[in-house]
Nanobody, 126 residues
Framework: QVELVESGGGLVQAGGSLRLSCAAS?????????MGWFRQAPGKEREFVAT????????YYGDCAKGRFTISRDNVKNTVDLQMLNLNSDDTAVYYC??????????????????WGQGTQVTVSS
């Protein structure tokens, strides 16, 4: 059983930045997991944000994140971060960390992820 706990959310003004972090525990091989970030805004479906492969060498971003967000991981600390810059009101959402344990490469598909965190709220004021 893998537990994922997100942190770093909060209230920020438009144009500001936030760094989200996700700490993984309970598993033995974090450095083999594909990790991802998703978000869900009020009244909308959950949306893919970013994903990173096991060693951090490969990343992929959703259109909502390209050019503004950066995903990274620390396989010693068992954490994956999402640095978000130039935030706007459209970024207001609950952000979720997810882990894919199947060792099949990065994926944007929500259904491919095996474990999810509880989410952290990001609110951007205009």
């Amino acid at each position: 059983q893998v537990e994922l706990v997100e942190s770093g959310g909060g209230l920020v003004q438009a144009g500001g930045s936030l760094r989200l972090s996700c700490a993984a525990s309970g598993g033995r091989t974090f450095n083999r997991y594909v990790m991802g970030w998703f978000r869900q805004a009020p009244g909308k479906e959950r949306e893919f944000v970013a994903t990173i492969n096991w060693d951090g060498a490969t990343t992929y971003y959703g259109d909502c994140a390209k050019g503004r967000f950066t995903i990274s991981r620390d396989n010693v600390k068992n954490t994956v971060d999402l640095q978000m810059l130039n935030l706007n009101s459209d970024d207001t959402a609950v952000y979720y960390c997810a882990a894919d344990l199947k060792w099949t490469g990065i994926t944007t598909m929500e259904a491919e992820y095996d474990y999810w965190g509880q989410g952290t709220q990001v609110t951007v004021s205009s």
